[in-house]
Structures are given as structure tokens and as C-alpha cells.
T-cell receptor, first 112, second 114 residues
């Protein structure tokens, strides 16, 4: 069966510090991968998605970036965090464009 | 323009009763998909049910059913026989085939009373 992992589960970082969140998927090959952010009490906002290694599409201009160094690994990064980057970050995968997405447990990021 | 609208910020239901969570959507695509997700307090997003725009029958998954009214562009989630564990945020989402990504509504917080 397929599983999706995210770490860390929680993170507190000062403004201006770098960020690296990791997401890995097991039990499937060539998944579509997604990064979402959920601000407190809000819906999900798609940040990045990837249909293959090295292929990244950005949905929202910001100081975040994403990379996919391996087929089942998706990384969300920032060189300098802003207060507005605080939120709940969710990674998801799908087997293809028309299919449902399955989410990881999420990372709660607080920028102080 | 908002593509997914969930007009109920919060809902209460008595345990063992049925509840309907509303969702309307806006798209010019003929082919699209509609999804419902549950988010408990732990934060994980749990896939519940899917309805394709060309599906003639309403989707059902256990106690969950999707009341799909294409002409009205609505995709309401019906939960039958509510349980205390159903208390959570519920999100409606749409995928337009051309764009290929999920667009989420703002969610409805469901509270089940014992």
C-alpha cells in the first residue's frame, strides 16, 4: 500500500532563517506531487506541483521554492522565511491528473 | 471569482442523524471532478468521496454520499447516521481537467452532539 511521509511535524523558525520541508511517498512510482499551505482557519492553497523529477510548476509567486530530486521525494524550501509563511503545510500525491489526492500528516510551521 | 463555495462555516448535528454539507462550484469546463475531504483536529486531510462530471449516478462511500446536481452546479455531501468521530472540518474541492489541480473551498466545521 502507498504511504506518504512528511517531516518535521512541527517547526518554529525565526524570521529570515532558511526552511526545508521534506515529503516522501512509498509504494508507488512516478506520482504527481503537490505542496499546499493552509493558513489558520482557512482552506488549502496550492503552492507547487510536480509531474516528474525536476518538473516543478508554481501556482503562487512567493519566497518559497520546491524541488523534486528523486521520483518520490518532494522538498519545499525558502532562503529567508517571512512571518506570513506561518501555516500548515501539506504534501499530497496522486496517481494521475484525474484521480484523487492523498495527503501526508502535514508540518505546522510557526515563524516568529 | 470563487470557484468553490461552502456557505456553512459551521454546522451542528445530533449523533445518529443525517447532515448535509453544501458545496457549489463554478467552472466552464465540461469535464471536471469533485471531491470531499475530511480534516480532523490532527490536521491530516482524509479523502472521502469523488464525483466525476460525467457520472450519471451520485457517488456513495459507506455513510457518505454526494448529492450531485449538475445543472445547479452543486455537490453536497450527505453524511448518514452521524458519529462523534465525524466532528471535523470538511472541504469540498474541484479539479478542472485542463488545469489539473485541486481547488478547495474554505470548509465547513461539523460538530456532532452526543
Amino acid at each position: 500500500s502507498q504511504t506518504i511521509h512528511q517531516w518535521p511535524a512541527t517547526l518554529v523558525q525565526p524570521v529570515g532563517s532558511p526552511l526545508s520541508l521534506e515529503c516522501t511517498v512509498e509504494g508507488t512510482s512516478n506520482p504527481n506531487l503537490y505542496w499546499y499551505r493552509q493558513a489558520a482557519g482557512r482552506g488549502l492553497q496550492l503552492l507547487f506541483y510536480s509531474v516528474g523529477i525536476g518538473q516543478i510548476s508554481s501556482e503562487v509567486p512567493q519566497n518559497l521554492s520546491a524541488s523534486r530530486p528523486q521520483d518520490r521525494q518532494f522538498i519545499l524550501s525558502s532562503k529567508k522565511l517571512l512571518l506570513s509563511d506561518s501555516g500548515f503545510y501539506l504534501c499530497a500525491w496522486s496517481a494521475g491528473t484525474p484521480s484523487e489526492q492523498y495527503f501526508g500528516p502535514g508540518t505546522r510551521l510557526t515563524v516568529t | 471569482a470563487q470557484k468553490i463555495t461552502q456557505t456553512q462555516p459551521g454546522m451542528f448535528v445530533q449523533e445518529k442523524e443525517a447532515v448535509t454539507l453544501d458545496c457549489t462550484y463554478d467552472t466552464s469546463d465540461q469535464s471536471y471532478g469533485l471531491f470531499w475531504y475530511k480534516q480532523p483536529s490532527s490536521g491530516e486531510m482524509i479523502f472521502l468521496i469523488y464525483q466525476g462530471s460525467y457520472d450519471e449516478q451520485n457517488a456513495t462511500e459507506g455513510r457518505y454520499s454526494l448529492n450531485f446536481q449538475k445543472a445547479r452546479k452543486s455537490a453536497n455531501l450527505v453524511i448518514s447516521a452521524s458519529q462523534l468521530g465525524d466532528s471535523a472540518m470538511y472541504f469540498c474541492a474541484m479539479r478542472e481537467v485542463i488545469q489539473g489541480n485541486l481547488i478547495f473551498g474554505k470548509g465547513t466545521k461539523l460538530s456532532v452532539k452526543p
